[in-house]
């Protein structure tokens, strides 16, 4: 009977032969191993559904929170979003093989760079399905192979769709090999995935903090170990108070799970009396929870139906996933600056101003992967930026930093032509 650890060192020796396979396949074979996965995505519509409703009910009864239920999900609409993303995908350049900087020497020898994949690229992640299909698409057009270890509580869902994508990108002619799925739900294959340094390239967690650090502290390969998101959008004093009530709005209530949601508004005093209770108003629809500086209580007051309580120390620093945001009055623009250099993740950061000297103060010195005028910190995601769908959304300053895209899977090695030089 195979062990959970020998799974994982069979399937990693599987994918790190694969990897050479498909990283000399020409992009029309890769274009149309993924057309076969989104027409599966459709086709196999019904079944994926199926196993997705085994993990919810499995997570509802194991007590997960909203947050990690929504996660989750999988609806006929989501799988549509994910075969579309995958079909987005087939569009973009293939990255394989560009050249980069070619240039003549005057000895004559010509050198540059050429874009070449990592390898094999590990993903360990919790809750959400989709990111199976995303992360295998991305790694297959870029030349990769993918060894993947998604959490328990999703492991019917993210069993059927591995399956799916190996079937698919079998029939199109490329290794099925390439993909990999640790089925095991074994915690201790973590720990030893992390030390796989022989057969992986690069692992990228996608998770809540505990794995991200987990991993930063084990990986003995390369790791991406950015992601959490504590968000904020700044109100300046002179924003448009209907347009930031409708961005602010839109950045906590769209979709308030994930990463890139909005997680602290700052608002300039000087503008905070007719701004918050306009977003207090509005937060009721959602039934948001506001954690408050004593400033930004006092101007709200009691509202009826406003859910308005004080804030604690620990909220300014807090990833909530859920309809709860930290709201915090600030004197000016640098106090609202400080504020997000102190708790700020690195992740997604806004302001909402008519002043274009604030808003270009804002976009050079808020240091993080993404960085909005006037819109919605929900925007920092692959799909939205024309990557086609993403792996994870950095927050490290190497490698890659934001949504991490086909090129963000490749490295580049050095080409060099001659003809019979020799080095005097």
């Known amino acids: 009977m195979q062990t959970a650890v020998d799974e994982l060192t069979t399937k990693a020796r599987a994918a790190k032969k694969a990897a050479r396979e498909v990283a000399r396949l020409s992009g029309q074979v890769k274009d149309r191993a993924l057309l076969n996965i989104a027409d599966s995505l459709k086709s196999r519509q019904e079944e994926v559904l199926q196993a997705n409703e085994k993990d919810y009910e499995a997570g509802r009864r194991d007590g997960l929170s909203e947050a990690l239920l929504d996660r989750l999900l999988l609806t006929p609409d989501r799988l549509e979003g994910v075969a579309a993303d995958v079909r987005n995908v087939v569009t973009l350049p293939d990255p394989v093989g560009e050249v980069l900087d070619m240039r003549t020497m005057p000895n004559g020898l010509q050198v540059g760079r050429r874009r070449v994949p990592l390898g094999v690229i590990g993903a360990i992640y919790e809750s959400r399905p989709n990111v199976t299909v995303d992360i295998s698409v991305l790694c297959l057009k870029s030349g990769n192979a993918i060894l993947l270890r998604g959490g328990k509580e999703s492991v019917h869902s993210n069993t059927i769709l591995a399956g799916l994508i190996k079937e698919a990108i079998s029939d199109a002619g490329m290794?099925?090999?390439?993909?990999?799925?640790?089925?095991?739900?074994?915690?201790?294959?973590?720990?030893?995935?992390?030390?796989?340094?022989?057969?992986?390239?690069?692992?990228?967690?996608?998770?809540?903090?505990?794995?991200?650090?987990?991993?930063?502290?084990?990986?003995?390969?390369?790791?991406?170990?950015?992601?959490?998101?504590?968000?904020?959008?700044?109100?300046?004093?002179?924003?448009?108070?209907?347009?930031?009530?409708?961005?602010?709005?839109?950045?906590?209530?769209?979709?308030?799970?994930?990463?890139?949601?909005?997680?602290?508004?700052?608002?300039?005093?000087?503008?905070?009396?007719?701004?918050?209770?306009?977003?207090?108003?509005?937060?009721?629809?959602?039934?948001?929870?506001?954690?408050?500086?004593?400033?930004?209580?006092?101007?709200?007051?009691?509202?009826?139906?406003?859910?308005?309580?004080?804030?604690?120390?620990?909220?300014?620093?807090?990833?909530?996933?859920?309809?709860?945001?930290?709201?915090?009055?600030?004197?000016?623009?640098?106090?609202?600056?400080?504020?997000?250099?102190?708790?700020?993740?690195?992740?997604?950061?806004?302001?909402?101003?008519?002043?274009?000297?604030?808003?270009?103060?804002?976009?050079?010195?808020?240091?993080?992967?993404?960085?909005?005028?006037?819109?919605?910190?929900?925007?920092?995601?692959?799909?939205?930026?024309?990557?086609?769908?993403?792996?994870?959304?950095?927050?490290?300053?190497?490698?890659?930093?934001?949504?991490?895209?086909?090129?963000?899977?490749?490295?580049?090695?050095?080409?060099?032509?001659?003809?019979?030089?020799?080095?005097?």
């Open 175 to 424: 290794p099925s090999d390439a993909v990999q799925i640790i089925e095991s739900t074994d915690r201790a294959l973590v720990g030893r995935m992390l030390k796989a340094k022989e057969y992986i390239d690069l692992i990228i967690p996608r998770g809540g903090q505990e794995l991200i650090r987990r991993v930063a502290e084990e990986a003995s390969m390369p790791a991406i170990t950015g992601g959490v998101g504590v968000c904020h959008t700044y109100v300046d004093s002179s924003a448009a108070v209907d347009m930031a009530v409708d961005i602010v709005f839109n950045a906590k209530v769209q979709r308030p799970s994930v990463c890139n949601a909005m997680d602290t508004m700052i608002v300039h005093s000087a503008i905070a009396p007719k701004y918050l209770p306009r977003i207090a108003e509005r937060f009721v629809e959602a039934d948001v929870e506001m954690r408050c500086d004593p400033r930004a209580l006092s101007v709200i007051g009691p509202m009826n139906g406003v859910r308005a309580v004080p804030a604690t120390e620990e909220d300014w620093s807090t990833e909530y996933l859920s309809l709860t945001a930290g709201v915090r009055v600030v004197d000016s623009f640098d106090e609202a600056l400080d504020h997000i250099e102190r708790y700020g993740s690195g992740h997604s950061d806004a302001i909402v101003t008519e002043d274009y000297a604030a808003a270009m103060r804002f976009l050079n010195e808020v240091d993080s992967s993404a960085v909005f005028v006037n819109a919605s910190t929900r925007f920092n995601d692959g799909a939205e930026f024309g990557l086609g769908a993403e792996v994870a959304i950095s927050t490290d300053k190497y490698h890659a930093r934001g949504p991490m895209g086909l090129r963000e899977l490749t490295s580049y090695k050095w080409t060099v032509i001659g003809g019979g030089h020799i080095r005097q």
